[in-house]
């Protein structure tokens, strides 16, 4: 089945220690999403990638970079973690930018120690 | 401002009647809505969807209701099962934007 993957599922690590995320797809989307959930609310969009064109929300702190090194996989660098940070990670794709379905992955789950 | 408003922040229903999921927004550009759920710990589902050029789409229980003049959508899930509890989202987008304008969320409970 297509889907949006993301591993690990739940990730700890230690204030201050940098944390990679990752996300796959095998739907060969062209736009790629990393949000950010905390308890229930709306997820908030950090970036995005359109094919290989990145896209920083102007209220992403600078502490969050992304790769995307091909079409399947993209991934979410935190470089120096924060109580803060704590929170439900959601990739998910897009065939193209404006008025698409966005899919959702599972979610990594960060605990920030 | 928020664009996309979701009033009820809950809702219970019986099991085996209807759900009805409210939404409103303010942005008459929007074109495109969507409708996901949203299980504890897991990643947004997508369950529907409708363009601004139709005012009903169905897929079995689900069928989302568009109101162009209203500003207003609605989500109807008939029957209800135990298995709809979740927190509902509205999502709106504008053709020349990427953004996915969400609303709030409201929670369902269905009722044994």
């Known amino acids: 089945d297509a889907m949006v993957i993301q591993n690990p599922r739940y990730q700890v690590t230690q204030f201050g220690k940098p944390v990679t995320l990752s996300c796959s797809q095998t739907?060969?989307?062209?736009?790629m999403y990393w949000y950010q959930q905390k308890s229930s609310q709306a997820p908030k969009l950090l970036f995005h990638?359109?094919?290989?064109?990145?896209?920083n929300e102007a209220d992403t702190p600078d502490n969050f970079q992304s790769r995307r090194p091909n079409t399947s996989f993209c991934f979410l660098d935190i470089r120096s973690p924060g109580l803060g940070d704590a929170a439900m990670y959601l990739c998910?794709?897009?065939?193209?930018?404006?008025?698409?379905?966005?899919?959702f992955g599972p979610g990594t789950r960060l605990l920030v120690l | 401002d928020q664009q996309v408003k979701q009033n009820s922040p809950s809702l219970s229903v019986q099991e085996g009647r209807i759900s009805i999921l409210n939404c409103d927004y303010t942005?008459?550009?929007?074109?495109?809505f969507l409708w996901y759920k949203k299980y504890p710990a897991e990643g947004p589902t997508f369950l529907i969807s409708?363009?601004?050029i139709k005012d009903k789409n169905e897929d079995g229980r689900f069928t989302v209701f568009l109101n162009k003049s209203a500003k207003h959508l609605s989500l109807h899930i008939v029957p209800s099962q135990p298995g709809d509890s979740a927190v509902y989202f509205c999502?709106?987008?504008?053709?020349?934007?990427?953004?996915?304008?969400w609303g709030a969320g409201t929670k369902l409970i269905i009722k044994p």
């Open positions: 942005n008459s550009m929007f074109d495109y």
């Open positions: 998910a794709t897009s065939r193209d930018r404006s008025s698409e379905t966005q899919y």
């Open positions: 409708i363009s601004s």
């Open positions: 990638y359109y094919d290989k064109d990145f896209n």
């Open positions: 999502a709106a987008s504008e053709s020349s934007n990427y953004q996915l304008i």
């Open positions: 739907l060969n989307h062209n736009v």
